[in-house]
């Protein structure tokens, strides 16, 4: 079952972050900061729960696409986490079409992420930067940026896409070299 999240289950999607991600504090702090952050658009928090345990969690935050005529509200669909011992289940694909479906229905023209384009071009995105959209860091390979284009998106809707300041502040755009 897909379900907004409630407060009740940050603890355990802290846990689902940790353990899809490794033992590092910064994607479940990115997903704490996010909630929190002031932005034009409101995040959207949805959790996998299976007998009734939160094993799955998606976040559509506030990012900017800036536009040659204006600047646009667009989301960032970041984290993606599914515990590890329910991967491989369509979990993920079932918390990325529920999110999809929510951005549409709110009006938002475009969600952006940063990942496989094997796994999640088969799931709705494709790559930005061959439809009219520049990365907004060098750090991020050209395969891995990808957009949803969604019902209200228009055509003249292509330029930069901009993070905001949280995914900045938790270092969270792009590769980094394991050795730097």
């Not at 409630?6 to 590092?24: C, I, L």
Request: charged content about 25%.
């Amino acid at each position: 079952m897909i379900r907004q999240e409630t407060a009740d289950d940050h603890r355990d999607v802290r846990e689902v972050h940790t353990r899809a991600f490794g033992d590092s504090d910064r994607v479940p702090g990115l997903v704490e900061a996010l909630r929190v952050a002031e932005a034009a658009l409101a995040p959207m928090s949805f959790v996998a729960v299976v007998d009734d345990r939160v094993v799955g969690h998606v976040l559509l935050s506030a990012t900017r696409l800036d536009a040659p005529r204006r600047i646009v509200d667009v989301l960032s669909l970041s984290p993606l986490g599914v515990l590890p011992e329910f991967q491989g289940q369509g979990i993920g694909t079932r918390l990325i079409a529920h999110a999809l479906e929510a951005a549409d229905s709110q009006g938002v023209p475009l969600v952006f992420l940063e990942g496989s384009p094997y796994y999640y071009g088969k799931r709705g995105f494709e790559g930005a930067g061959a439809v009219g959209f520049r990365s907004p860091s060098l750090r991020i390979p050209e395969a891995a940026f990808q957009v949803a284009r969604l019902s209200a998106h228009e055509p003249w809707m292509t330029g930069t896409f901009v993070y905001s300041e949280v995914f900045w502040a938790f270092d969270c755009v792009g590769l980094r070299d394991p050795e730097g």
